[in-house]
């Protein structure tokens, strides 16, 4: 397999060469008769502006060795580029820093051809040193760095050697057929600023909040202009980036892109309607509506991109080491373990009312944890379960479950069915979801109590103690492949939620689970991983492992006269396209 | 006056001790810790957080932890946030700043409506004006202190007079000194007003309830027997007689805006302590939290030390014992 990204851009010296007044990109013109660019697709705009965008809290941390929590990865990915990107609006992979690559035939061997004469947005040149740098601080254990564990494959690392200057080999222990997309994110590291640090062992207290913006450059599309603590962090443009437009001109188009800090979703929504910010996602279904009411007065346009991957279920505790521990939830596993009464109370619950009522109709039902929004893997033959009281009350007779006069359900032994459904407290939506829950379970009998707990608690009882019976939860996947659900699918999986530390499989469709999901990770083909994939959701669906209900839509806002604004369903939802991103000449007000 | 103020702070000094070691407990007893949330996240691995953990020094017990945190307090440092990767004093530093810049002006303000009108009040006993301001008074701390700084933000964006959070513009530092400190003044308004709003009835009460008890003294009786003019009966000798419960109050008075200003930054995006508590209380960042609720512990000590100092000033009994 031999993959080029031929069509989307061309060679340099064919390029147009875009000078603009301005000092600041004298250098990066003068070398870019040898700078080996990227040319997009999308519309061509109009340079400068300022846009500003709210986030729930300032980034932990401007160094993407370390980076984990969500602010610090969407703003990391202004600052800095990968290798091989994953394009948001097509979830399939596209060159980046690297302008083509090529795949040895068994899939384990990447030769990645550099993009020639970039330079950082210091100024300073990049070159094949500056990845091999990278990678070694990634791979580098005594660094800690979460993204290490993308590149240790059943337990090897994966190889990385420079060519020559604009030539690296990747060398995968085994095949590995998301490969490509582990590039995605990876930031390509300046050499010339990192190495001391590293060296010293210094690497994790390296570009923090508090390290002056010029000790900070990378290859992403704007550069750190400017930190106020628990305030805002200002990126201006980076005048070397390596992306061109239709015309020729450099990206990205925005002289200014600003993130401030605003705790909360309604803080949020009110500095949006204030113009204060001019980007608005992961709005809740009642506050897309209200801002949609006021889409013409106030200039903005909404959007509703579909459903994420975002997918919310009820979830039974199958652990096995609550015998003798933990007695209570131990008699009540008798019932969970037994398929029936899962599929019965999947029966039971009217997704479609969820849907209407908690998400107004902006979330899709759910058969198995991927999402329809997922259109490379989504398997359309797998029907929702339909809500049905008289089906569920079929599935548990014939378990063994019977009623008492009072319409009580109760099991074999006599025993009322009676449990607690535990959910995350900050949550709205999910604690919604499990009061509808508790509401279906009433008609047939089940008598479910809806208890409320901080997230931190509950996710400490999921995963620690195991103390609980069931809980609604959410879980966002990472990518649209099924690669990154390795972990909950896996019966020895790190977050294989409703048994945790398995040693084997503990059930036959648990053992077929692991097979399927190990051969899905070597097989190259698409065909033959869809089809595997597609017997993944299958046995989920039948054995219901999770309750699979809903997934909500991506929904999100932006002023009206904002250029090329394309939301998607992968982080960054709605500014991952920023260097495209700008603002059309004031028609009304900017 | 030195003895007596030593031995103010020395008391204030052990009750940081016991908040730390509080706090410290408290910790240990909630569920979870800063690297519960990675273990949710299926790209990392179980070995690496063992050694963050073992990095961070979570898996040491509670008292060599404690004496780390400790150490590293001495040094100035107050522990390392396992979040932001650095020292937890520079993060605090720089919010402190901005959580006093809301509450010392609020503090004042309270203090100087309260004074004048709840002595008013008083002197007003029984009389419609009186009955008005007790209802109002009654009304405005029924009020929630999220719904005061809610309605400010709402009256902001109706109106479009002020800014609907944050504390400075996008733009503001691009022009120039004078028109920077304008806009951060304009920007104190609302959070300021709601603060105000939100600690003003508590004081207000007390300075009534305060004068009305001096008033109903023999000694006040006798001075208005002698037709000393209303005016300065009320401010010239009743306020001075009834200051000293109030002076008590002015440095709980401290506390109260203190809380009430970190969730009213929180609603209004103010970058001080308040969001950076909850995030790191949410994140489960250890001893970012503590120096935070160390910080506003010392605020509060601060608070009392000053009330006990104007004490000290004003009742001679205090002198005499001290």
């Known amino acids: ?590 | 006056m030195i003895r007596y103020l030593a031995r103010r702070a020395g008391h204030g000094l052990l009750m940081l001790f016991g908040v730390s070691i509080l706090l410290f407990l408290l910790f240990q007893a909630a569920p979870g810790d800063f690297l519960s949330e990675m273990k949710m996240n299926s790209q990392i691995s179980p070995e690496t957080i063992t050694m963050l953990r073992a990095q961070y020094g979570l898996d040491q017990p509670l008292p060599e932890r404690y004496w780390r945190w400790l150490k590293s307090s001495a040094r100035g440092d107050f522990g390392y946030s396992f979040a932001y990767n650095t020292p937890a004093s520079t993060l605090l530093w720089p919010r402190a700043r901005n959580t006093l810049l809301l509450s010392v002006p609020a503090l004042l303000i309270s203090w100087l409506i309260a004074v004048p009108l709840g002595v008013l009040a008083a002197g007003w006993k029984g009389r419609w004006a009186d009955r008005l301001f007790s209802g109002g008074t009654s009304a405005l701390l029924a009020l929630p202190d999220v719904l005061i700084a809610l309605l400010a933000l709402l009256v902001a964006l109706k109106t479009g007079m002020f800014p609907v959070g944050g504390m400075t513009s996008i733009n503001a530092q691009d022009q120039g000194t004078w028109a920077w400190l304008r806009d951060l003044g304009w920007h104190m308004v609302l959070p300021v007003a709601a603060l105000v709003v939100g600690s003003l009835t508590i004081i207000l009460r007390h300075v009534r309830a305060s004068v009305i008890e001096v008033l109903e003294s023999s000694y006040m009786r006798a001075a208005e027997g002698h037709g000393l003019p209303r005016f300065k009966l009320l401010f010239g000798y009743a306020l001075p007689a009834a200051a000293n419960p109030l002076i008590s109050l002015f440095g709980l008075s401290v506390a109260m805006l203190l809380s009430v200003s970190l969730l009213i930054e929180v609603v209004m995006s103010w970058p001080g302590i308040g969001p950076l508590l909850l995030e790191s209380i949410l994140a489960r960042d250890l001893f970012v939290v503590i120096g935070a609720v160390m910080l506003s512990t010392v605020f509060l000590i601060a608070g009392n030390l000053l009330g006990d100092v104007l004490l000290y000033a004003f009742d001679p009994r205090i002198r005499r014992q001290a």
């Open chain 1, 1 to 590: 397999m031999a993959l080029q990204g031929a069509t989307l851009f061309v060679a340099a010296a064919l390029l147009p060469v875009f000078a603009t007044a301005q000092t600041a990109t004298q250098t990066a013109t003068q070398t870019a008769a040898q700078e080996d660019l990227f040319r997009t697709t999308s519309e061509a705009g109009i340079r400068g502006g300022k846009l500003v965008i709210a986030q729930r809290s300032e980034p932990r941390t401007l160094n993407p060795v370390i980076a984990i929590d969500q602010n610090a990865l969407g703003i990391n990915a202004r600052l800095q580029a990968d290798l091989i990107h994953i394009n948001r609006a097509t979830q399939k992979t596209e060159p980046a820093l690297a302008r083509s690559w090529t795949v040895s035939k068994d899939g384990t061997v990447f030769t990645l051809k550099l993009r020639r004469g970039l330079r950082f947005s210091d100024g300073q040149p990049f070159d094949a040193d500056d990845v091999l740098f990278s990678f070694q601080m990634y791979l580098d254990e005594k660094v800690h760095s979460s993204q290490r564990d993308l590149m240790i494959i059943s337990g090897k690392a994966v190889k990385v050697e420079k060519l020559d200057a604009f030539t690296v080999r990747f060398t995968f222990p085994s095949p590995y057929s998301a490969a490509e997309r582990v590039f995605d994110g990876l930031a390509i590291l300046p050499r010339h600023l990192l190495e001391k640090d590293y060296q010293e062992g210094k690497i994790g207290q390296a570009w923090t909040l508090s390290t002056p913006p010029e000790k900070i450059a990378g290859l992403g599309a704007f550069r750190l202009k400017q930190v106020v603590p628990g305030d805002r962090v200002v990126l201006e443009r980076n005048p070397y980036y390596w992306k061109v437009d239709g015309k020729g001109q450099r990206l990205p188009y925005l002289d200014e892109l600003t993130f401030i800090v605003v705790p909360t979703q309604d803080a949020q929504v009110i500095r949006f309607q204030a113009g204060d910010s001019q980007i608005i996602s992961s709005l809740s279904a009642d506050n897309y509506a209200t801002l949609e009411a006021e889409e013409k007065t106030r200039h903005f346009k909404m959007y509703d991109a579909g459903p994420g991957l975002e997918y919310n279920f009820l979830m039974f505790n199958l652990n096995s080491d609550t015998e003798g521990r933990l007695p209570e939830v131990a008699r009540k596993q008798k019932w969970f373990r037994d398929v029936r009464f899962r599929e019965a109370v999947s029966a039971a619950i009217d997704r479609a009312s969820i849907i209407r009522l908690v998400y107004r109709n902006r979330a899709a039902a759910l058969a198995t944890h991927v999402s329809p929004g997922n259109k490379g893997w989504f398997d359309s033959s797998i029907a929702v379960p339909a809500h049905s009281v008289s089906h569920a009350r079929d599935l548990l007779r014939a378990a063994g479950f019977s009623w008492k006069g009072d319409n009580t359900l109760i099991d074999s032994t006599g025993q009322p069915v009676e449990f607690t459904i535990l959910v995350g407290s900050s949550n709205t939506q999910r604690a919604q979801i499990a009061t509808l829950v508790q509401n279906d379970l009433k008609a047939v009998g089940i008598s479910a109590h809806v208890v409320p707990m901080e997230i931190r608690s509950a996710t400490d009882r999921v995963l620690n103690t195991h103390d609980y019976d069931a809980i609604v939860m959410g879980l966002v996947s990472g990518d649209a492949d099924p690669t990154p659900d390795m972990n909950v699918l896996v019966s020895s999986g790190q977050t294989h939620l409703w048994h945790l530390g398995e040693k084997a499989p503990a059930t036959p469709w648990e053992a077929e689970l692991d097979e399927l999901m190990q051969k899905q990770l070597v097989t190259l083909n698409y065909q033959q991983r869809k089809k595997i994939y597609d017997r993944v959701q299958e046995v989920l669906a039948q054995q219901l492992p999770m309750v699979y209900l809903a997934s909500p839509d991506i929904l999100v806002g932006a002023q009206e006269n904002l250029g090329n604004f394309h939301p998607a369903i992968i982080e960054q939802y709605t500014f991952w396209n920023a260097e495209e991103l700008f603002w059309h000449p004031p028609a009304g007000k900017k």
